[in-house]
């Protein structure tokens, strides 16, 4: 649960409007005239209110991911570059979104009682950042109905049945972690992490931390500018040269990150990287690279790496990157459900695509997606790209199979397959990730604590002859 000193602020009476602003805002109204639900004052009188900008951003923003047009993170980034919001209500925008997007199955939970067949989009969105307020951050009963009653007003929904909704919803089962998943996920997360589940899942419910793989020049300059390395609950500040930072002005304002010593990677998606061991002279396979983050550190540590994805405009946005921190790697367009024409390496990491259940602390939105038929999907795929992977494996070499899931198929039961259809592979010992982390099957998952993110990985060696 949020902890009050995370809350933002409380939520503020709302201002009267000019004349300016009742003209507008009267014409994107469905109703302008005082309504028995309108913001009263003392006497009972209604007053004129601006919905607050904050939540009508973050209501527009709820509006798109649930709609399956973007991800949170973007269409929040997207949204704030245009509104020109102060601080302080970025902060609570960002604050509402997220946290709406992670207690969302509870909240609808709630809700459900309450609403009698389909709720249109919009007020579904509304009703359920109300209700994160009024049940997870605490924000007054009444300050909640008048600020959401009159941002139903503008548009997003019948002011009465908001009203009516918002003055009822009550907290189902004292705000348990376990409601904030799907059941069937839930599961998932008992099943990979036993006794520890309960603490990892409440831990998903937490403002997920920025993480910097950071050289010491980058760390030096970072301090000296006045960010700091801080530890989160329960755990360390940095798990090897990957920090947990706490920055001073946005990323991209910092010495560090224009001089090429700062880059962003969680320690989880880092310990994919070492599973290969040491890659330093190494000709390493990235497959299913992306923007190249893991070819990266990869070329950092001295590898000779040629990145292979199905998708060009990646290739692109990985160049650029590697040209930020002054390292180099080869890119290849190709789609690995088929061989490509490639040497093979003695070093190989599939960071393959997967269902992100492993991310949920930094991608809220995906338990809003995710089904058990989509996991049964992309372990479909996982499939093809390992048996991909093996022809690309040189005799002797090493692939490292990851994912940042942890479901039982795209995990344990895929490397479970492909063991049994590729008898010249065996699991080996992973090497020191650096990051607490559980056996699974024949890898490992990483504990999803403390904004660490939760990885599927294992080590395979090929035979020799
Ligand atoms: C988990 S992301 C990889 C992230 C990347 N390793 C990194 O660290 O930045 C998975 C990638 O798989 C790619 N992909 C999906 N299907 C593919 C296919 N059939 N062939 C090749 N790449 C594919 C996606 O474009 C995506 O970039």
Known sequence: MTSPRSRPGRARPAQDRTAQ??????????????????????????????????RALSVRV???????????????????????????????????????LRYAPLLEAALAPLLRGETPLKARALLLCATFEKLVLGTPPHAVVNEYVTLARTGFGPPALVNAVLRRVEAPDGLNPDLTLPGWLAGQYRE?????????????????????????????????????????????????????????RPLRATEAYEQGWAQPINPASMACVLALG???????????????????????????????????????AARNNMKRLGLNANFITADLTQAPDLTPGDRVLLDAPCTGSGTLRSHPEIKLRLTPQAVQDAALLQAQMLDTAAGLTAPGGVLVYSVCSVTQAEGPQAVQGFLTRHPEFTPEALPDLLVPAVPSGDGALTLPLGGVDGFFIARLRKRAD
């Open 21 to 54: 602003d009742r003209t507008s805002q009267d014409r994107a109204a469905r109703d302008d005239r005082p309504r028995q639900d309108a913001p009263q004052d003392g006497a009972g009188r209604a007053r004129f209110v601006h919905a607050n900008p904050a």
């Open 62 to 100: 709820l509006v798109s991911v649930m709609a399956g047009d973007s991800f949170a993170a973007h269409a929040l980034d997207d949204a704030l570059s245009h509104a020109d919001l102060p601080p302080r209500d970025a902060g609570l925008c960002t604050h509402l979104v997220y946290g709406t």
């Open 192 to 248: 990979a992490f036993g006794a520890q589940s309960s603490a990892v899942i409440a831990d998903l419910l937490q403002p997920q931390p920025l993480w910097l793989r950071l050289t010491p020049a980058g760390q030096d300059s970072l301090l000296d500018e006045g960010s700091r390395l801080v530890a989160g609950e329960g755990t360390e500040a940095a798990f090897g040269d990957v920090a947990r930072v706490e920055l001073n």
């Open 278 to 316: 040491d890659v330093d002279g190494h000709a390493v396979l990235d497959l299913a690279g992306g923007a190249g983050i893991k070819a990266a550190m990869l070329s950092a540590a001295g590898a000779n790496v040629t990145s292979v994805d199905r998708v060009p405009g990646k290739h692109r």
